[in-house]
């Protein structure tokens, strides 16, 4: 039996050490994405919970699981809420917390009353985003040598 996931949103620079370090591991070293890709303006640490949500997972008390969402605008007066930076530790895949943080972020955000939710997929996740209803919109695109597709989820 897996140990429960624990998400609590990043509030302090001990956590955001701890998410950091995640992504690190997971997406410029793993899946070879370029750092200048990685990180952007939503990770200063005066932007974090100002721009954007991220959200840390534990387990065993050990972080294992990063997410992040933010505002965006699909179309103007449209809000919407970006899902992104899933990432789940290698050694803690296969237990559910990938689903964990997904629900986690969903959550989080329509809790701050967004009810349009967007999410750029690695396009080999799309039956994993689908299995919440959410829907391929576009065409494939490449982000960070990997291709991806737009997914939205309304309601």
Same mark, same amino acid.
């Given at each position: 039996?897996?140990?429960?996931?624990?998400? =609590?949103?990043?509030?302090?620079?001990?956590?955001?050490?701890?998410?950091?370090?995640?992504?690190?591991?997971?997406?410029?070293?793993?899946?070879?994405?370029?750092?200048?890709?990685?990180?952007?303006?939503?990770?200063? !640490?005066?932007?974090?919970?100002?721009?954007?949500?991220?959200?840390?997972?534990?387990?065993? &008390?050990?972080?294992?699981?990063?997410?992040?969402?933010? !505002?965006?605008?699909?179309? !103007?007066?449209? !809000?919407?809420?970006?899902?992104?930076?899933?990432?789940?530790?290698?050694?803690?895949?296969?237990? &559910?917390?990938? =689903?964990?943080?997904?629900?986690?972020?969903?959550?989080?955000?329509?809790?701050?009353?967004?009810?349009?939710?967007?999410?750029?997929?690695?396009?080999?996740?799309?039956?994993?985003? &689908?299995?919440?209803?959410?829907?391929?919109?576009?065409?494939?695109?490449?982000?960070?040598?990997?291709?991806?597709?737009?997914?939205?989820?309304?309601?």
């Amino acid at each position: 039996m897996s140990a429960p996931l624990h998400v =609590r949103e990043v509030t302090d620079d001990e956590a955001w050490a701890a998410a950091r370090a995640i992504r690190q591991r997971v997406f410029v070293e793993e899946q070879a994405c370029p750092p200048e890709e990685e990180w952007d303006a939503h990770d200063w !640490p005066q932007d974090r919970g100002a721009s954007c949500r991220h959200l840390l997972g534990e387990a065993e &008390g050990r972080a294992v699981a990063v997410a992040r969402w933010r !505002p965006v605008s699909a179309e !103007p007066g449209e !809000p919407w809420a970006k899902l992104e930076r899933f990432a789940v530790v290698p050694e803690a895949r296969g237990h &559910g917390y990938g =689903r964990a943080m997904v629900e986690a972020a969903m959550g989080s955000a329509r809790a701050a009353g967004y009810t349009r939710l967007v999410l750029s997929a690695q396009e080999h996740l799309q039956d994993f985003y &689908g299995a919440w209803g959410f829907e391929p919109r576009g065409e494939r695109f490449w982000e960070a040598g990997i291709p991806h597709v737009k997914m939205t989820l309304e309601g």
